[in-house]
């Protein structure tokens, strides 16, 4: 016989009965369900996976379109499958293979809704125009429509690879030439029809992967039993790698004789990477709600904290000025003054993690406040480190509180700057971006958008795996006793989460640190940047304030400071009270200075109230940390009044009389 084999036996043997044999062994190891449809997309032959799959037996199928009541078909949302949208119509019509079609078919011998991952390869006779039969294949992936339902997010990520999946068929002679070969198998090799029907099996991988599938072939050429899905690595033209499951049986001629191999041959990468990949969003979302959870716990203490050191700063401050003849007693108010602002920097640093923070939010372009922070910057990181900016020409505006921004650089400047001691190089980089579907699903908490991106990189010392993961939470630091709280990246954290942003540390020991922060992209024009200048006098009024405060040393305080600037002022313990005091004195009360969080109603639903009665009523809030209830995600408008505790007297006069006076 000649070594080359024509083209006509690799595409069908010429002999029918073997090639009814080829194909009866075929249907009976395959585990994938296989249905032949005629012309007129009647059911003629199916195999017994089908059977199973489908829960009827072929003469329940035979001569049955997909019409038929017990063959109906439905789309993953529930809706009907017409009949001209059917797999094996559509490849009866177009003459087209039809690839992973995902159907819902009631199984009745199991009483349930079974889906199926469905292709369709039309048959045309040599010479032929049309297709004279259609095959269905299908695989039955009920149990891993279960699973997506479990996992949303690993149902949308691999949704696609899942519906499209499809297997390669081939057939080799015994010493692993291929004789037939399906489209699926070009695919999965990337080698054409005419370059795969010269090669060998051998040629699809390296010389121990080779081995391992001809010792399967040689198990099934010894016992006559089918191998099933043995596992091993192909090389891709051009030399990409993928691991594919194959199964395999014996090709067995009319007179007995053993005369090659057929198997299918399934591309299994994606399902080897889902647990790796499962394994590193399962760790993700394990540092997200732990910040998540110490974030909730940082805000609730800092908050009742505030709400003391109010108190406690607030009475120093009075006292001081009538300490002037008693120094001892003047240098120890000092102190106590001294000692609640420090306190008050390290709750404001726990609300701006735990996104409790209030911001003053306007659109801004980031390189414009890059630049104006600059030499402030090179001030504070020192001569010996060389300060690098690379700012994107046309970058987009973003809506964020400038005073916060200023303070992240700030924060990252002198981590880099203690990273560096021997100094090093700094390079800030900006440029715009565009996060999609596919990078949202594949990050814990990020949203597809449009994103300026702020790339913030040193040159020192690097991190390890442990620290990175840490390296956000509050209270951890590497730095030695007394040089560090802990709070500056923690604080970085919560501020570019409260901006609904997002930040990824990279690092290397010895081969420094980035900082990748996102921030979503603002429309309308960009704010000329400016600072505040602080009011120094305390100044005084005539009107009637009702304040309403649940602690008491913050109402007293407030109480006596207002009071001693001349103005008429009623305190209230509670919203109810507040409401009783209003029923009676409203007509005289010119401003509502209250708390925010209050045991009942909040100071929001307070003012509504009392300004129903009385519409010119003016407010002032006062907070501990941002008014969750009244502003969507804890962004503060800058239109709405409010003092964040803890406040000195000048402060809280001079917003007074700022507040009545508008």
């Not at 199964?247 to 001629?253: A, C, K, N, T, V």
């Not at 590193?280 to 003391?308: M, T, Y």
């Not at 003849?325 to 003054?337: A, F, N």
Request: with cysteine.
């Amino acid at each position: 016989m000649p070594n080359p084999v024509d083209q006509k036996k690799k595409e069908m043997p010429k002999d029918p009965s073997n090639s009814m044999e080829r194909y009866r062994v075929l249907f009976e190891s395959i585990r994938q369900g296989v249905v032949s449809q005629d012309q007129d997309g009647k059911i003629v032959l199916v195999n017994p996976a089908a059977e199973r799959i489908l829960g009827m037996p072929f003469q329940e199928m035979k001569n049955k379109t997909s019409l038929d009541p017990r063959l109906q078909t439905i789309h993953e949302d529930g809706s009907d499958f017409p009949m001209d949208m059917h797999p094996g119509w559509i490849a009866l019509k177009t003459g087209q293979n039809v690839k992973g079609t995902v159907m819902g078919i009631f199984n009745p011998r199991e009483g349930r809704q079974r889906w199926l991952n469905v292709s369709a390869v039309p048959i045309i006779t040599p010479g032929g125009k049309h297709p004279i039969r259609a095959y269905m294949i299908f695989d039955d992936i009920t149990d891993l429509k279960q699973t997506q339902l479990q996992l949303k997010e690993s149902e949308e990520r691999y949704q696609s690879m899942l519906e499209n999946m499809i297997d390669g068929y081939f057939e080799v002679d015994l010493n692993g030439n291929f004789l037939f070969f399906n489209q699926a198998l070009l695919e999965i090799s990337g080698y054409s029809s005419n370059k795969l029907s010269k090669m060998n099996f051998r040629e699809l991988m390296d010389q121990e992967n080779a081995q391992c599938f001809f010792e399967a072939f040689n198990q099934v050429f010894v016992t006559g039993q089918p191998e099933k899905g043995h596992v091993g690595e192909l090389i891709r033209k051009g030399g990409d790698k993928r691991i594919v499951e194959v199964s395999s049986s014996l090709l067995i001629g009319p007179d007995g004789e053993k005369w090659g191999f057929q198997g299918i041959a399934r591309d299994i990468t994606e399902q080897r990477s889902f647990g790796k990949e499962k394994e590193r969003l399962e760790e993700e979302l394990r540092q997200f709600q732990k910040l998540e959870a110490i974030g909730r716990l940082a805000g609730g203490v800092a908050h009742d904290f505030n709400n003391l050191l109010t108190g406690i700063s607030g009475y120093a401050q009075l006292l001081l000025p009538k300490a002037e003849d008693h120094p001892v007693i003047q240098r120890g108010l000092k102190q106590i003054s001294d000692l609640s602002d420090r306190a008050a920097d390290l709750t404001r640093q726990l609300l701006a993690f735990s996104r409790k923070q209030p911001l003053s939010s306007v659109v801004v372009n980031m390189n414009a406040l890059i630049e104006n922070l600059s030499r402030m910057l090179r001030r504070i990181i020192g001569e010996d480190i060389v300060l690098k900016s690379m700012l994107a020409p046309e970058l987009w505006n973003v809506s964020v509180d400038p005073g916060q921004m200023e303070q992240i650089l700030m924060n990252l400047a002198v981590n880099a700057r203690d990273a560096m001691p021997q100094g090093g190089e700094i390079i800030i980089k900006t440029s715009n971006i565009v996060l999609d579907q596919k990078f949202a699903k594949m990050h814990v908490g990020v949203k597809s958008g449009f994103y300026i991106e702020l790339m913030f990189s040193d040159t020192g010392k690097g991190m390890d795996k442990a620290t990175q993961e840490r390296i956000f939470e509050p209270f951890f630091t590497t730095k030695e006793p007394g040089k560090g709280t802990g709070l500056g990246l923690s604080t970085v954290y919560g501020i570019i989460k409260q901006h609904k942003g997002n930040i990824w540390v990279r690092s290397k020991i010895r081969q420094g640190t980035t900082f990748e922060i996102f921030l979503p992209r603002a429309a309308g024009p960009a704010a000329e940047l400016g600072r505040k200048r602080d009011t120094k006098i305390m100044p005084k009024g005539t009107e009637t304030i009702l304040v309403v405060e649940d602690e008491e040393a913050v109402r007293n305080f407030v109480h006596q400071v207002l009071e001693g600037q001349g103005y008429r002022v009623f305190t209230a313990p509670s919203p109810e009270e507040a409401k009783e005091i209003f029923e009676r004195k409203g007509w005289e009360v010119a401003l509502l200075l209250t708390d925010v969080v209050m045991p009942g109603e909040n100071g929001f639903e307070l003012y509504k109230k009392l300004t129903s009665r009385r519409p010119s009523l003016k407010v002032l809030y006062m907070s501990g940390y941002a008014m969750d209830t009244l502003i969507q995600e804890g962004e503060m408008s800058p239109d709405i009044p409010i003092l964040q505790k803890p406040f000195p007297p000048k402060v809280l006069t001079n917003k007074v009389r700022e507040i009545l006076d508008a």
